[in-house]
């Protein structure tokens, strides 16, 4: 499909994506976001629509808010980045146990994400929160969601979660990610 036609036709394939998962969807702006009862989809690049499967994994996930999480305000701070990182990775799994085509569109994501540098290749120069809700992210994708592409952010986030916990509080992280 070209580029072009993908664009023209991504708010009318969009709304019929939309009613598949009982969301409106819309699309502008730069970022990809849902208030609960609309999803945002950036106004993306002629580039960028050459992976129109992060297109429809950005929809998938954004449905996944709409359909699975209770809103409500999160606090900005360590403890909300967690709370955000716990519930995409549970709504992710839950998207998936419905509509089981959208792991195929989720991990195109992830792999989008990964290749334009969106995710952070974790260093024991990284703040400590950005270091442990790195690592929490990279973990979660990886094993849970099966994100193959995550494998190396992941291991950088060990190594930089070793220089500021000891191996014991890693390993009752590890323990608690796992329950």
Not at 70 to 84: A, H, I, K, S, W
Not at 123 to 142: D, H, K, M, R, S
Not at 169 to 174: A, E, G, H, N, V
Request: hydrophobic share 40%.
């Amino acid at each position: 499909m070209k580029t072009r036609t993908l664009h023209n036709a991504l708010p009318i394939v969009a709304a019929a994506y939309g009613r598949k998962f009982g969301v409106k969807i819309q699309v502008g702006g730069k970022t990809a976001y849902t208030n609960g009862q609309i999803i945002n989809i950036p106004d993306v690049s002629d580039s960028f629509l050459k992976h129109k499967d992060v297109i429809w994994g950005y929809v998938a996930h954004e449905a996944a808010h709409v359909r699975f999480t209770t809103f409500m305000d999160r606090p900005q701070n360590l403890y909300g980045d967690l709370l955000n990182i716990l519930e995409d990775t549970r709504i992710e799994r839950e998207m998936v146990r419905v509509y089981p085509g959208t792991f195929n569109t989720l991990y195109a994501v992830a792999e989008y994400m990964a290749n334009v540098g969106h995710y952070v290749l974790l260093t024991p120069e990284n703040p400590p929160a950005q270091i442990v809700a790195g690592y929490c992210l990279y973990y979660l994708q990886y094993r849970y969601m099966e994100q193959d592409v995550l494998r190396p952010f992941l291991d950088a986030g060990k190594v930089a979660l070793q220089h500021i916990l000891p191996p014991a509080t890693i390993s009752q992280l590890d323990a608690i990610l796992d329950s």
